[in-house]
T-cell receptor, first 111, second 116 residues
Framework: DAKTTQPNSMESNEEEPVHLPCNHS???????IHWYRQLPSQGPEYVIH???SNVNNRMASLAIAEDRKSSTLILHRATLRDAAVYYC????????????FGTGTRLQVFP | NAGVMQNPRHLVRRRGQEARLRCSPM?????VYWYRQLPEEGLKFMVY????????ESGMPKERFSAEFPKEGPSILRIQQVVRGDSAAYFC??????????????FGPGTRLTVL
């Protein structure tokens, strides 16, 4: 599975937008980009996924670069509840069983 | 619709004892995955099961660890003769179907195993 690179940590203030970057320069044409997050002392939860086009859902937006070598998870208005570790994961459409988690980005949100 | 359930939430064992971790998938889900998270580390895949079948156990330690997902009842992750290095959070996830790259895995709250 292709590797992803994320900053170790980021900070934000409440009510402000947050842009969480992810680099995946070796992504293949069959890889989907998935984002999960893990709140403190909880299991991971699915956030969003995409292939080529930008995606929006009730939790976040996913902006995918035209060459697909990077993507950005966008939280439009951060809340204290968004403080978590965010994982950017590539899933090969030909091999879709396990998720391979990196170290993720720890997001701190300040009131 | 209840989510993925895991029990116990916390488990304490002494070295050499056995640990049994249970996972009940979401209703309608027949695919179960187990992951382990060591302190201050990311999650590592252990095993993927369907009902009565182990599909991928490439992440399971070769000794002392086993997993099953019987036709009836929860999936069980069993650790025999636990050692201190087994202390970790063990997460179970379930999904509806495999073979689709958009298939979401839903995670349980985890079982935190402490080996004394």
């Amino acid at each position: 599975d292709a590797k992803t690179t994320q900053p170790n940590s980021m900070e934000s203030n409440e009510e402000e937008p947050v842009h969480l970057p992810c680099n995946h320069s070796t992504i293949s044409g069959t890889d989907y980009i998935h984002w999960y997050r893990q709140l403190p002392s909880q299991g991971p939860e699915y956030v969003i996924h995409g292939l080529t086009s930008n995606v929006n859902n009730r939790m976040a937006s996913l902006a995918i670069a035209e060459d697909r070598k990077s993507s950005t998870l966008i939280l439009h208005r951060a809340t204290l509840r968004d403080a978590a570790v965010y994982y950017c994961i590539l899933r090969d459409s030909r091999n879709t069983d396990k998720l391979i988690f990196g170290t993720g980005t720890r997001l701190q949100v300040f009131p | 619709n209840a989510g993925v359930m895991q029990n116990p939430r916390h488990l304490v064992r002494r070295r050499g004892q056995e640990a049994r971790l249970r996972c009940s998938p979401m209703k309608g889900h027949s695919h179960v995955y187990w992951y382990r998270q060591l302190p201050e580390e990311g999650l590592k895949f252990m095993v993927y099961l369907q009902k009565e079948n182990i599909i991928d156990e490439s992440g399971m330690p070769k000794e002392r660890f086993s997993a099953e997902f019987p036709k009836e009842g929860p999936s069980i992750l069993r650790i025999q003769q636990v050692v201190r290095g087994d202390s970790a959070a063990y997460f179970c996830a379930s999904s509806q179907k495999q073979g689709i790259s958009t298939d979401t895995q839903y995670f349980g709250p985890g079982t935190r195993l402490t080996v004394l």
